[in-house]
């Protein structure tokens, strides 16, 4: 079974702080993603990965940045978080090619103070 | 509307009952994936049909794709509380291969 893992399942930090979150996933993917997920608006897609230390930007990549050095490990980086950063955050991966079937993470509940 | 788009928002049945849940898309789609969460954890693959495929079934899941009306649905048979999740469609696009996520439809089997 495709396994996805996140560092942290809950996450709190200060207004202003550096955050990270990391994603590691075992089995292959080329793929991999970041979501957020707030209440009524559904998930929606910070950036994704289709290759090591490539990137694109998804629908609200404002304010976050990513880093894949490794084609297991997809990480999110906050540079300067902010209380409207406090969501549910989801990884995910995929093959590469149809049907982009997503394996996904158990997610990390931040909370920005 | 946007792409993806689930219906109902919520839904409260008895278990034992089926539960349906619609899905409505905009553009051409490749396939069209449904996805459970379980409260605060991440999504799981339940099923996927692919946009020459009408009908699918696994375990007690059934789901259904109209392409002319652009609509599929997720009919579980036989609900029992462990249903009780939010569902999401996830439409792959044919013209970049992007896979759009609807906001979900949050069921709740009760006993």
């Not at chain 1, 399942?9 to 793929?31: A, I, P, S, W």
């Not at chain 2, 994936?33 to 954890?41: H, L, P, V």
Request: net charge positive.
């Amino acid at each position: 079974d495709v396994k996805v893992t996140q560092s942290s399942r809950y996450l709190v930090k200060r207004t202003g702080e550096k955050v990270f979150l990391e994603c590691v996933q075992d089995m292959d993917h080329e793929n991999m993603f970041w979501y957020r997920q707030d209440p009524g608006l559904g998930l929606r897609l910070i950036y994704f990965s289709y290759d090591v230390k490539m990137k694109e930007k998804g629908d609200i990549p404002e304010g976050y940045s990513v880093s894949r050095e490794k084609k297991e490990r997809f990480s999110l980086i906050l540079e300067s978080a902010s209380t409207n950063q406090t969501s549910m955050y989801l990884c995910a991966s995929s093959l590469t090619g149809l049907p982009y079937t997503q394996y996904f993470g158990p997610g990390t509940r931040l909370t920005v103070l | 509307s946007q792409q993806g788009e689930e219906d109902p928002q919520a839904l409260s049945i008895q278990e034992g009952e089926n539960a349906t849940m619609n899905c409505s898309y905009k553009t051409s789609i490749n396939n069209l994936q449904w996805y459970r969460q379980n409260s605060g954890r991440g999504l799981v693959h339940l099923i996927l049909i692919r946009s020459n495929e009408r009908e699918k079934h696994s375990g007690r899941l059934r789901v259904t794709l109209d392409t002319s009306k652009k609509s599929s649905s997720l009919l579980i048979t036989a609900s029992r509380a462990a249903d009780t999740a939010s569902y999401f469609c996830a439409s792959v696009l044919n013209r970049d291969d992007k896979i759009i996520f609807g906001k979900g439809t949050r069921l709740h089997i009760l006993p």
